[in-house]
């Protein structure tokens, strides 16, 4: 998906999402677990732990919550293990959606997100037949209204930032996977907070989609996979003009 419309999806969910508190929180205990097993559970020396950390304190997420998630990554107190998976699909129009799952049930998973795609006019795919025209790279969405173009690009490209996009209301910045630490870092450090800060898959072959009940078929697609528990993230190619987008 095109920075632009990420960003207009980006805003359209929010409302829906940040409703689901509870969904919130269960995501980012899991990714905030994840990342205390991989990095150790200092946010001072694990960047990736800090920004995540920083997002729940952003979302309200009461901070024994977050102590608790940090606790289990690093084996403290005793949890469950979280397995990350990627399923791939189309929505209707063509539309390509990777889905990425955190769970400690693969089976329940799998059987969640095949039931979302088959209830909302859409189907799996088998792994490949869409991850091949997407690239995993660090995107961040960041209101122009936050930074100008030319300090955003000095700070960003020095850390290992690929391209700075303008897209009038804000910009798109993507990195290499292995610059999106350092980047997260630089951006905190100059108090510029991120709409939207992830490790996503983006698309260099977009879907237009021009009708307008095509695009409320995928919208609520997305909606209903982003709704279920296991379910961290939904990326997807579409290009969805914004006033379609209800």
Do not use: C
């Not at 020396?45 to 997002?55: A, E, F, H, P």
């Not at 469950?80 to 929505?91: D, F, N, P, Q, R």
């Not at 039931?115 to 961040?140: E, L, P, R, Y």
Request: charged content about 25%; proline content about 3%.
């Amino acid at each position: 998906m095109s920075g632009h419309s990420k960003w207009h999806t980006t805003k359209r969910h929010k409302a829906v999402i940040d409703a689901k508190r509870g969904k919130i929180f269960s995501v980012l205990a899991k990714e905030i677990s994840l990342a205390a097993r991989a990095g150790g559970g200092s946010p001072e020396s694990n960047v990736r732990l800090r920004t995540l950390m920083d997002k729940a304190r952003a979302a309200n997420m009461p901070s024994d919550n977050i102590k608790r998630a940090v606790q289990k990554g690093t084996g403290e107190i005793p949890g469950v293990t979280y397995e990350e998976i990627v399923y791939e699909g189309y929505a209707p129009g063509g539309v390509g959606l990777i889905v990425e799952v955190t769970t400690d049930n693969k089976n329940r998973a799998a059987a969640e997100v095949r039931q979302a795609f088959n209830d909302n006019g859409g189907n799996m795919a088998q792994t490949g037949a869409v991850s091949h025209s997407f690239q995993k790279k660090g995107q961040f969405l960041i209101g122009a209204s936050q930074v100008g173009e030319d300090a955003l690009m000095e700070l960003v490209l020095e850390v290992g930032a690929e391209d700075v996009v303008n897209n009038g209301d804000h910009f798109e910045v993507l990195s290499p996977v292995s610059a999106f630490d350092a980047i997260s870092k630089a951006l905190q450090e100059k108090a510029i907070k991120p709409e939207s800060a992830e490790l996503a898959y983006v698309s260099s072959l977009p879907v237009p989609v021009a009708d307008a009940a095509i695009a409320k078929q995928v919208l609520e697609l997305i909606d209903a996979l982003e709704s279920l528990d296991d379910v961290k993230a939904v990326h997807g190619n579409q290009e969805i003009d914004e006033k379609l987008m209800g």
